[in-house]
């Protein structure tokens, strides 16, 4: 969805598809290792400190100390109770973390795959959709053309618009933590803008592990209202200024029905329903605007 119009566009100039598609590779690839020459170390530096301050003799004095944060604010509490509390729901906790760390791996080497896959879906994007066109009766053709354009033209101009607001957005939680002090500000970004993708809800699941962060950092909680801060104003900037630009008209979705969309994709599939509400619902409008305007126009039912 995104490299294909860039494809379509060099095979319209004479270039050879397949060439074209190595060619984007490699101003990509290449872009891509650029990108991680000057950011590797940094990420894997951050991740190794992260994953270093979570042994368990420096997480049970943290609690410890929380623990006799919180009750000097509240007086009714007792320290000893709060850190024991939070020693308790330590094996949770690094069970989650764990599980979440092997997904993220299993993710990462499945993406090995995808440069492959999707080499040969784009050579043979056009030959695809003959097949499935040529299954089509001929008094649905004109209408099935149709459709399947305008489908391509909408998911792939979103599907474009996700990955610049995610880098935008990553970019300026980037920013934010750098300037705020956190030893970890790139690698939170970079959480933060990937959690970006999920709508309403990511913003809130993002903001967890830089509280956990800011707490390993400072061991109280100095930071929550600077995070609440940035991820507000982050948000504010996202739906001002970068949504409308990146998006423009794409969705042509009223406020109501998003968040309507995205609550019923939240019920039937939880997260991965939540992202995968818009695409959907701009799958399923498209097809049955398209289809009711060729019926008419193409005069099928006379």
């Not at 690839?29 to 994953?51: C, D, K, P, R, S």
């Not at 979570?54 to 623990?67: C, K, M, T």
């Not at 993220?104 to 080499?119: D, E, K, Q, R, W």
């Amino acid at each position: 969805m995104v490299f294909n119009p860039v494809v379509d566009f060099f095979e319209q100039k004479g270039v050879a598809r397949p060439v074209s598609i190595i060619a984007i590779y490699l101003i990509v690839g290449g872009l891509v290792a650029a990108g991680l020459m000057n950011l590797y170390g940094i990420i894997v530096h951050q991740a190794e400190g992260f994953t270093s301050s979570l042994d368990d003799e420096h997480l049970h004095a943290l609690f410890a100390q929380l623990g006799a944060s919180v009750a000097g604010q509240i007086p009714s509490l007792n320290a000893q109770a709060v850190a024991a509390r939070l020693n308790g729901a330590l094996p949770q906790v690094a069970s989650r973390a764990e599980e979440s760390l092997a997904g993220a791996v299993n993710i990462l080497g499945s993406l090995v795959i995808v440069p492959f896959i999707t080499f040969f879906l784009l050579n043979d994007y056009h030959r695809i959709q003959k097949i499935f066109i040529r299954n089509v009766p001929n008094k649905y053709f004109e209408m099935t053309l149709n459709v399947i354009y305008k489908l391509e033209q909408q998911l792939s101009r979103y599907i474009r618009g996700v990955c610049i607001e995610l880098t935008v957005v990553g970019i300026l939680y980037m920013s934010a933590y750098s300037i705020l002090g956190f030893r970890y500000a790139i690698l939170l970004g970079i959480v933060c803008g990937i959690s970006n993708i999920i709508p309403m809800a990511g913003p809130l699941i993002a903001a967890i592990p830089v509280i956990f962060a800011s707490l390993l950092q400072y061991g109280d909680f100095r930071m929550i209202l600077p995070i609440v801060l940035t991820t507000f104003i982050v948000q504010q900037i996202d739906q001002m200024f970068v949504q409308p630009n990146v998006y423009g008209k794409i969705l042509d979705m009223h406020p109501l029905t998003i968040v309507l969309t995205i609550l019923i994709g939240s019920q039937l599939l939880g997260i991965v329903g939540m992202v995968l509400a818009i695409p959907i619902y701009t799958v399923i409008k498209v097809t049955a605007r398209e289809t009711n305007w060729g019926l008419m126009h193409y005069k099928i039912t006379r």
